[in-house]
C-alpha cells in the first residue's frame, strides 16, 4: 500500500511539474520568435520613415520656393542622393508649366521632356550618379497616387529600369491646388542582405511582403521575388496572414512552408511605413527542440526518482512501516503545496539515519526547482513595490537562464522608462519645461511616456505665453513711467521751442483755450487770446482767411483726423510772416468733432529759400538742356564722319585694293582702334546725357544670375589672360535671379572689370564676387593694383574724372566708365561704393534689389 502510494504521488506531481515548466518554455519560444520578427520590422521601418521624412522635406521646400531657379533646384535634388546612401534616387516633377511657366525653353533639355516639363530624376540605378527625366509618370502610381490623394504615398514595389524599388512621394501643393511631387527611390536590395543574413535556429530565415501580399525578398526562391503572392498559396492560414498583413496586424500561423515543405511557424510583424511586413519562418521542431529537451530531460529525473523512491519504500515497508508512512505523508503534502503554487514546504528529516536520505534528496529537488520561482517572485515584488534597480541574481543554467535574462531585460527596460520620465517630471516641477522625452518604450508604456511629453509641451507652450505677457506688461509699466516724464519735459520743450501750441474752439472765429507762451515771438501775449479780446481769426491775413476757415470747415464736416496747410500771419507790429500749421481734432463718443489742437511755426525764411531754390533750378536746368542738347549734337556730327574712318580702315585693311606693306598695317590699325576708341567714348557721353535727360530706355527682366555672371566671366577672360593677370570668380551656391536690365547690368560689370584689368600689373589678380544679402544681389570687382588715394575716391564717380593726369597718361580712358556705372547702378535703385588702398588694390561694391 505505501508503496503505491508513494508511486501514485510521485507519478502526478512530476507530470504536473513538467506540463508546467514545458508549457512556459514553449510560450517563452514564441515570444522569442515574434520579438526577433518585431525587432526587424521597426528597423526597416525607422529607415522608410526617413526616407518620406526626405520626400516631405523635399515638397515642404518646393512650396515655399520662390527662386524658380531650375539649376539649383538640381543642385539640391544631387545634394540629397549624396548624402544618403541608402537611397537609390531623388526627384520633383511638377505639371506643365507649374514650375516657372518657362517650359518651352528646356525642351528636350537633360531632366526634361519634350515638352520642357521639369521632371529630373537624379539617380544612381547603375552605379554613377547621374541626371535622367522620369518615365511612366502619366501611368505610374508614384505620380498618380499623390495626384488624385493630394496625400503622402509609399509605392508598392514595382520594376524601373530593370531594378526592383519602392518610391516614397509626397504632393507638392501650392493654394491648395496639386502642381506636383517630391520623392525619393529606394531598393529593395539592401532590406534583402540584412533579411539573408537572419539566423533563426538551424535553418529558420526571414522575408518580406508588401501590402498586397507580394512577396518582395526571399533567401532561397529568388524567382518569388516581386511575382509570388501569398494570397495565391491555397490554405485558409495563408488567407489570414495575408488579411493581417493588409491590416497591419502582428500574428502567426502554423502551416507547411511552401518552399520546402516542413512544419513551420511562420511570425510576422507589419512595417508601419508602407504597411509592408516582415515574416521570421522557424521550423517548429528546432524552435521547440529546447522545450521537447527540457520535457524528456525531467520525464527521465522524473522516473529515476519514482523508481528510486518506490524502491526505497518497499524495502523500507517490509522492515519499517512508520517512518515509511512519515516519509510518504511528508511527499503527500509537498505534492500538495506545489499543486497550489507553494514551493517552500519541505520534507522532514528528523527520522531515522537510513531513511534520512531520502527526505533529503527531495528536499535537494524542490529547492532546484523552487529556487528559481522564488528569485522570480522576489524580484516581480520588488519591481511591483518601485524597487526598479531589482535584478535576477540566482546563478542558474539552462532554460532557467533564459528565463532569468528575459526578466532582467524587462525590469532594465522598465528601468530606464521610469528614470527617464522621473527626469522630466522632475523638470517639470522645476518649471523646467524644456527637458523631452526621450524613452518611449512600447505598448502601454509608450502610451503613458507619449502622455507625458504632451503634457510637457502644452506646459512649455503655456509657459512661455506666460512670460511673454509678463515681459509685454513689464515693458508698458517702463514706457507708461517713461510717458509721464516725457510729457513735463515736453512742456518745457515747447516754451523754449520756435513751436506755438495751440487749443481752438471749433467756431468760425477760431477762439483760443490755450496757446504757448511763446507766442510773444509774434509779438503777442497769451492773454491777448485767452480774455477773448482777440480770436486767432484775428490774426491771419487777410487774402487767406477765406482759404483757412474752408479747410477748417472741411475738417469738422469730415471729421479728419488731421491735417496741416501753410498761411500767412500778422505779427502785432504788422509785420506779414509765413507759418506751418499742423493740426489734429479730437473726438466725442458719437465721433464729432470737439475742438482743434495743434502747433504753428514760423516758416518764412523756409519759403524764402524754396523761392530762390526753384530760380536756381530752374537756371540749372536750362543749362543742362543746353549742355545735352550740345553734347548729342557734336556727339552725332562725329560720329558720322568717325565711321567713316572706321570703315575705310577696315577695308584697306583687307587689301582688296592692293597689299600694304607692315607699316601701313600698323599705322592703320592705330587708326581703326582709335576710331573705335572714340566711338565708345562718344556712346558712353550719348548714355550719360539720355540718362540725365530721362531718355535713357530701361527694359527690366527676369534675369539667372549665374548665367550673367558666367557671360561677364567668359568675355573678359582673354583680356585678362593677355596682360597675365587671374580673373577669378566668386559666388553664392544659389543666388537664384534679378530684376533687371540685362544689357546696362552686363555694361557696368564690363567697365568695372576692364577698368580693373587697366590698374591691375602683369600676374596680379582681379576678382569678381557675387552674394545675396537680405533681398539685394551685392555685386564686387577687386583688384591688386595700384589703389587709390582716399581724398580722391569722393571724385572718382564724376564724369571726366581721372584719379590723376598722370593715370590718365599711362592707362588711357576719359574718366566716364565709372560715372556711367553709377548711372546704371541708380537706375535700378542701387547704391554703389568703393574701398581703395593704394598699393594695395581697389574693391568697388555695388547693390541692386532682388525685384
Given amino acids: 500500500m505505501i508503496f503505491l502510494g508513494v508511486f501514485l504521488v510521485l507519478a502526478s506531481s512530476s507530470a504536473v511539474i513538467i506540463s508546467t515548466v514545458t508549457e512556459q518554455q514553449e510560450d517563452l519560444a514564441y515570444k522569442q520568435s515574434s520579438r526577433m520578427a518585431q525587432s526587424y520590422a521597426n528597423e526597416i521601418d525607422a529607415d522608410m520613415r526617413s526616407y518620406m521624412t526626405i520626400a516631405k522635406t523635399l515638397s515642404k521646400t518646393m512650396e515655399n520656393y520662390e527662386s524658380s531657379n531650375r539649376t539649383e533646384v538640381n543642385q539640391m535634388l544631387k545634394d540629397t542622393l549624396i548624402n544618403n546612401p541608402k537611397l537609390v534616387g531623388t526627384y520633383v516633377a511638377f505639371e506643365p508649366n507649374a514650375f516657372d511657366n518657362n517650359d518651352s525653353y528646356y525642351a528636350n533639355k537633360t531632366g526634361h521632356d519634350s515638352t520642357g516639363r521639369f521632371i529630373p530624376y537624379w539617380n544612381k540605378l547603375h552605379g554613377n550618379v547621374t541626371l535622367d527625366p522620369l518615365q511612366d509618370y502619366d501611368t505610374l502610381n508614384y505620380y498618380q497616387l499623390p495626384k488624385i490623394t493630394k496625400s503622402e504615398v509609399v509605392t508598392e514595389p514595382y520594376m524601373y529600369q530593370g531594378k526592383m524599388i519602392v518610391s516614397f512621394v509626397s504632393p507638392i501643393i501650392e493654394d491648395g491646388e496639386f502642381i506636383g511631387i517630391a520623392g525619393t527611390d529606394a531598393t529593395i536590395k539592401y532590406i534583402e542582405k540584412m533579411l539573408g543574413k537572419v539566423e533563426v535556429f538551424d535553418s529558420g530565415y526571414a522575408f518580406m511582403v508588401s501590402r498586397s501580399g507580394t512577396i518582395m525578398t526571399h533567401p532561397d526562391k529568388k524567382e518569388w521575388t516581386g511575382k509570388k503572392n501569398i494570397g495565391v498559396i ?38 508601419k511605413t508602407g504597411n509592408f511586413a516582415v515574416v521570421l519562418t522557424v521550423p517548429k521542431n528546432e524552435m521547440l527542440a529546447g522545450v521537447f529537451a527540457l520535457g524528456d530531460r525531467l520525464i527521465i529525473i522524473s522516473i529515476i526518482s519514482i523508481i528510486f523512491m518506490s524502491g526505497i519504500a518497499y524495502l523500507i515497508a517490509r522492515s519499517v512501516s512508520s517512518p515509511i508512512d512519515k516519509i510518504v505523508d511528508d511527499f503527500k503534502n509537498i505534492t500538495e503545496d506545489v499543486i497550489n503554487g507553494k514551493l517552500d514546504t519541505r520534507a522532514e528529516t528528523d527520522i531515522q539515519i537510513d531513511f534520512r536520505p531520502i527526505p533529503e534528496g527531495l528536499n535537494k529537488i524542490m529547492r532546484t526547482v523552487s529556487s528559481p520561482v522564488q528569485e522570480t517572485v522576489n524580484v516581480t515584488k520588488q519591481l511591483s513595490n518601485g524597487n526598479l534597480g531589482a535584478r535576477y541574481n540566482l546563478d542558474v543554467k539552462g532554460d532557467f537562464k533564459q528565463f532569468s535574462d528575459s526578466l532582467n531585460m524587462f525590469a532594465e527596460s522598465l528601468e530606464n522608462i521610469i ?16 527637458r523631452r522625452v526621450r524613452v518611449y518604450g512600447n505598448g502601454d508604456f509608450k502610451t503613458l511616456t507619449c502622455g507625458i511629453e504632451n503634457t510637457r509641451q502644452s506646459l512649455y507652450e503655456i509657459t512661455s505665453k506666460y512670460k511673454k505677457v509678463s515681459e509685454d506688461l513689464r515693458e508698458y509699466t517702463k514706457e507708461l513711467k517713461k510717458s509721464n516724464q516725457l510729457r513735463n519735459e515736453l512742456a518745457k520743450i515747447i516754451e523754449s521751442s520756435p513751436v506755438i501750441a495751440f487749443l481752438w474752439n471749433k467756431d468760425d472765429s477760431c477762439s483760443v483755450n490755450y496757446v504757448s507762451n511763446n507766442v510773444d515771438q509774434f509779438g503777442y501775449d497769451p492773454d491777448d487770446f485767452l480774455s477773448g479780446s482777440l480770436n486767432y481769426a484775428d490774426i491771419i491775413h487777410p487774402d487767406d482767411l477765406e482759404n483757412v476757415k474752408e479747410k477748417t470747415v472741411e475738417t469738422i464736416t469730415n471729421c479728419l483726423e488731421e491735417f496741416n496747410h501753410e498761411y500767412r500771419i500778422l505779427t502785432k507790429n504788422g509785420e506779414v510772416r509765413w507759418v506751418d500749421e499742423r493740426t489734429s481734432s479730437d473726438f466725442d463718443e458719437n465721433g464729432n468733432v470737439t475742438y482743434l489742437r495743434g502747433i504753428v511755426i514760423d516758416v518764412t525764411d523756409k519759403k524764402q529759400a524754396e523761392h530762390a531754390l526753384i530760380e536756381a533750378k530752374m537756371i540749372a536746368e536750362s543749362a543742362n538742356r543746353t549742355k545735352n542738347e550740345f553734347l548729342a549734337n557734336v556727339s552725332h556730327e562725329l560720329r558720322t564722319p568717325l565711321n567713316s574712318i572706321i570703315g575705310f580702315s577696315e577695308l584697306m585693311l583687307t587689301e582688296r585694293r592692293g597689299e600694304l606693306n607692315e607699316y601701313q598695317k600698323h599705322y592703320l590699325n592705330n587708326v581703326k582702334n582709335s576710331g573705335y576708341h572714340l566711338l ?23 534675369l539667372p544670375i549665374i548665367d550673367l555672371v558666367n557671360d561677364v566671366s567668359n568675355t573678359m577672360h582673354p583680356q585678362a589672360l593677355n596682360k597675365n593677370i587671374e580673373l577669378e570668380t566668386i559666388t553664392d551656391k544659389y543666388l537664384g535671379n534679378i530684376y533687371a536690365d540685362e544689357n546696362k547690368l552686363k555694361e557696368a560689370l564690363y567697365n568695372l572689370v576692364t577698368n580693373a584689368i587697366k590698374f591691375t600689373p602683369e600676374r596680379g589678380k582681379v576678382t569678381l564676387q557675387v552674394n545675396k544679402l537680405d ?34 597718361r599711362e592707362y588711357g580712358g576719359a574718366g566716364l566708365g565709372l560715372a556711367l556705372v553709377k548711372k546704371f547702378v541708380e537706375m535700378h535703385n542701387g547704391r554703389i561704393w568703393i574701398e581703395s588702398e593704394v598699393n594695395k588694390g581697389t574693391a568697388i561694391y555695388f547693390t541692386i534689389p532682388v525685384k
Avoid: C, W
Avoid at 496572414?241 to 496586424?249: A, F, R, S, V, Y
Avoid at 583688384?783 to 593715370?807: M, N, R, V, W
Fill in 234 to 271: 491555397d490554405s485558409p492560414r495563408f488567407s489570414k496572414m495575408k488579411n493581417d498583413i493588409q491590416n497591419g496586424t502582428p500574428g502567426h500561423i502554423e502551416t507547411l512552408d511552401p518552399s520546402t515543405g516542413n512544419k513551420v511557424v511562420m511570425f510576422y510583424e507589419p512595417i
Fill in 419 to 434: 528614470d527617464d520620465s522621473n527626469t522630466v517630471l522632475t523638470a517639470i516641477q522645476n518649471e523646467d519645461f524644456t
Fill in 680 to 702: 565708345s567714348l562718344i556712346n558712353k557721353i550719348l548714355d550719360i546725357s539720355k540718362i540725365e535727360a530721362g531718355k535713357m530706355d530701361y527694359n527690366p527682366q527676369n
Fill in 775 to 808: 533681398g539685394n544681389i551685392r555685386f564686387a570687382v577687386k583688384d591688386t593694383g595700384i589703389g587709390i588715394p582716399e581724398d580722391k575716391q569722393s571724385d572718382l564717380f564724376k564724369p571726366f574724372t581721372q584719379i590723376d593726369t598722370s593715370a590718365s
